[in-house]
């Protein structure tokens, strides 16, 4: 049974390009969630989707940053126009659809991006 | 106030020591506690869930302790293989982990 799979691992971009994320959950989970962990700091929630819905999208920025979790395909972290200040790790964790809160989330290898 | 803290450490500790970790949150309603193990800032991965009663798993053990709103992690008889950064997390009611910000143990020969 693979586990979370994210790519690309690494990815470098200029300031003012988009970088595009993904992220594959665990085989039978249907909920996703993003994490960003920026250098020097822990990780911090951005947002939560399950399959066509964002369910919590209390720690996404409010300008450039989107997600996307589409019926077929890997769920998408979007970053319009990136900036320096954008370079960090981006972890994604699925967990199974029971919806329980004592549902684990299990984390993918991380997308780490690097703005010039 | 931060709603899940750790103390930073680091922590050096020799070969065979036993150590312990503390984790306080502030959200009185959260739901289920967790400590992850993350290595030199790769993915978390889960170590052990934490429960009311206290769960072990071989030199491993945590506690919950719900009046006092703190989740404990002990390392016994410390190995090489266990230095890495410990990240205490906390679910909350929207499912979301709230994380420390980790702490470092180093074990050394």
């Known amino acids: 049974n693979a586990g979370v799979m994210q790519n690309p691992r690494h990815l470098v971009r200029r300031r003012g390009q988009e970088a595009r994320l993904r992220c594959s959950p665990m085989?039978?989970?249907?909920?996703v969630y993003w994490y960003r962990q920026l250098p020097e700091e822990g990780l911090k929630f951005m947002v939560y989707?399950?399959?066509?819905?964002?369910?919590?999208e209390s720690g996404m920025p409010k300008e450039r940053f989107s997600a996307e979790f589409p019926k077929e395909g890997p769920s998408i972290l979007r970053i319009q126009q990136v900036v320096r200040g954008d370079s960090a790790a981006y972890f994604c964790?699925?967990?199974?659809?029971?919806?329980?809160?004592?549902?684990?989330?299990?984390f993918g290898p991380g997308t780490r991006l690097t703005v010039l | 106030r931060k709603e899940v803290e750790q103390d930073p450490g680091p922590f050096n500790v020799p070969e065979g020591a036993t150590v312990a970790f503390n984790c306080t949150y502030s959200?009185?309603?959260?739901?289920?506690f967790f400590w992850y193990r993350q290595d030199c800032r790769k993915e978390p991965k889960l170590l052990m869930s934490?429960?009311?009663s206290g769960n072990e798993d071989g030199r491993f053990t945590a506690q919950l302790n719900r009046a006092s709103q703190y989740i404990s992690l002990l390392i016994r008889d410390s190995k090489l293989s266990d230095s890495a950064t410990y990240l205490c997390?906390?679910?909350?009611?929207?499912?979301?982990?709230?994380f420390g910000q980790g702490t470092e143990l180093s074990v050394k020969p």
């Open positions: 989707l399950q399959k066509e819905n964002i369910i919590d």
């Open positions: 959200n009185s309603a959260s739901q289920s």
């Open positions: 997390a906390v679910l909350n009611q929207g499912g979301k982990l709230i």
């Open positions: 934490v429960y009311s």
């Open positions: 085989k039978g989970h249907s909920h």
């Open positions: 964790a699925s967990s199974p659809p029971t919806g329980l809160s004592t549902d684990t989330q299990y």
